[in-house]
C-alpha cells in the first residue's frame, strides 16, 4: 500500500461488524452447541453452521470456511447479482463505490482503459475482539497518523522499534507467501485476500489495509492494468493474467509492508519483461540505499533502468516512511527528476516500491475510488519491500 501524492479528504465515520455466538439448550442435555458466526450471516444450513463447542469449531475452522465462499461464490453469475440475494447476505457480493462508503448491484459506467472489470466485492471479513487494531479499525480515519508530527519529520527508529519492526515484516512476508502459493488461474482475488486475511490474524496481526480510509479488504490485488490499490473481488484469474498482491501487516504496534507480482499460468514475454524489469528496478534502488544518499536518488536509479527498457515510471504513487504509523515522511518518488529533500540517516525505515508501466506512465481512477489503472490499458507491475537504513 503505499501514499497517493496530495489527496486530502474529510472522512466519514464507516461501519463495522462484529462477531457474534448463539448458543442454545437442545432437549434435556445442555449442549453448548456453537453456530459458526459466518453461517449465520451467509443464512447457511444449520447442519452446516453447527460445532459441539468454541474448541470444536476453532479445529475444524480450516476445511469448514470453504463453505462460507462456495456459498458467497454460488450468487455470483457473469458480474450480475440476484437482488434478493444479496440484500440477503448482508451487503454481500456487491460492487464498491466511493472508496468503500457505498456498494452498488450493478456495474458502474466508466471509460475503462483495457479489458479488465470490477467484479463485485464480498462482505467485510471481522477481525477477533483479541486482536490489537489501529485505530481505523473501527472509525476508518487514521487520526493518529494524520495528526502525528511524523507526517513531517523522518523518524530515527529505536532498536525497541527496529526488533519489533523485524517481528512484524517476517509476519507480513510470510502472509504474502502464503497468498503466493494459491494464486493459479480459476482463483477469485477474493480468495486471496481471504488466504491474507486468515494467515494475519492467525499470526496475531491485524491486516493494515481492512478499512484504512475505508479501503474494504484486507490487502490488495492489482491485476493487468491496475497500477495499485486493486480491490479483491469475485473475477477468477485467468491463464496470462499478472496480479500483485500488497500486503501490511500491523503487529506488536508497527506495520510491515511489502508486494510482488506474480504470473498466472503461462504469461507472454513482453509482460514477462515487464515484471522481471520492476524487480531489478526495486533491487537496484535497494542496493543505493545508505546513510548520506538523497531520498531523490531513488528515483533517478528507478527510472534509468525503467527507461533502458522502454518502460515508463508511474509518478502519482509514491514510497513512503513506516513504523508505528502505516504512511508517514519521508515520501519516496520512484520517476527521475523528483523534488524529494533530505538525506537517508541510519535507523530510518521506509518502504519502496517502484510501479512500471509498458505503455504511459498515467494513471486513472475507477469509480470504486481506490483502483489505479494505466490510462492507455497496457499492463503494470510492482515490487515492494520495508527497508531500514544502516551502516555498511
Ligand atoms: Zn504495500
Ligand atoms: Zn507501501
Not at 10 to 23: N, Q, T
Not at 59 to 78: C, D, F, G, I, M
Request: some cysteine; aromatic content about 8%.
Amino acid at each position: 500500500m503505499m501514499v497517493q501524492t496530495s489527496k486530502k479528504n474529510d472522512w466519514k465515520r464507516g461501519p463495522y461488524s462484529r462477531c457474534y455466538w448463539i448458543g442454545y439448550v437442545k432437549g434435556e442435555t445442555q449442549y453448548a452447541l456453537r453456530r459458526c458466526p459466518k453461517c449465520v450471516e451467509l443464512k447457511l444450513p444449520r447442519e452446516d453452521a453447527a460445532f459441539c463447542s468454541q474448541d470444536c469449531f476453532k479445529a475444524s475452522w480450516s476445511s469448514h470456511k470453504s463453505v462460507h465462499l462456495k456459498a458467497k461464490l454460488s450468487t455470483v453469475r457473469e458480474g450480475t447479482l440476484d437482488r434478493t440475494t444479496s440484500a440477503a447476505l448482508n451487503e454481500g457480493w456487491l460492487y464498491c463505490l466511493k472508496k468503500g462508503q457505498a456498494r452498488t448491484s450493478n456495474l458502474p459506467h466508466f471509460d475503462w482503459t483495457g479489458k479488465l472489470r470490477p467484479y463485485p466485492i464480498s462482505s467485510r471479513r471481522s477481525v477477533p475482539p483479541e486482536i490489537e487494531k489501529p485505530d481505523w479499525a473501527i472509525g476508518a480515519i487514521p487520526n493518529i497518523e494524520i495528526n502525528s508530527d511524523l507526517q513531517n519529520k523522518v523518524e530515527i527508529k529505536t532498536p525497541e522499534q527496529i526488533e519489533r519492526m523485524r517481528e512484524t515484516c517476517r509476519i507480513a512476508r510470510e502472509v504474502l507467501d502464503a497468498a503466493a502459493r494459491v494464486i493459479k488461474p480459476g482463483v477469485t482475488t477474493d480468495f486471496i485476500d481471504e488466504v491474507v486475511h486468515e494467515a494475519t490474524i492467525a499470526a496475531g496481526g491485524y491486516p493494515s489495509p481492512l478499512n484504512y480510509h475505508f479501503f474494504p479488504k484486507s490487502c490488495c490485488t492489482s491485476v493487468n492494468e491496475v497500477i495499485c490499490h486493486g480491490i479483491p473481488d469475485a473475477r477468477r484469474l485467468e491463464d496470462g493474467d499478472i496480479v500483485n498482491v500488497d500486503v501490511t501487516v500491523c503487529y506488536k504496534g508497527v506495520h510491515g509492508d511489502l508486494n510482488e507480482t506474480y504470473f498466472v499460468g503461462k504469461v507472454d514475454e513482453a509482460s514477462q519483461q515487464l515484471v522481471k524489469c520492476t524487480y531489478e528496478c526495486l533491487e537496484k534502488a535497494i542496493s543505493i540505499v545508505k546513510p548520506g544518499v538523497r531520498f531523490r536518488e531513488v528515483g533517478e536509479v528507478i527510472n534509468r533502468h525503467a527507461l533502458m527498457s522502454g518502460l515508463s515510471v508511474v509518478k502519482s504513487y509514491c514510497g513512503h516512511g513506516i513504523g508505528e504509523l502505516f504512511h508517514c515522511a519521508p515520501n519516496i518518488p520512484h520517476y527521475g527528476r523528483n523534488k524529494a529533500v533530505g538525506m537517508m540517516k541510519a535507523g530510518q525505515t521506509f518502504t519502496i516500491e517502484p510501479m512500471i508501466n509498458t505503455g504511459v506512465w498515467h494513471d486513472r481512477m475507477w469509480p470504486d475510488g481506490w483502483t489505479a489503472v494505466t490510462a492507455d490499458g497496457k499492463h503494470s507491475a510492482q515490487f515492494e519491500h520495508t527497508l531500514l537504513v544502516i551502516f555498511s
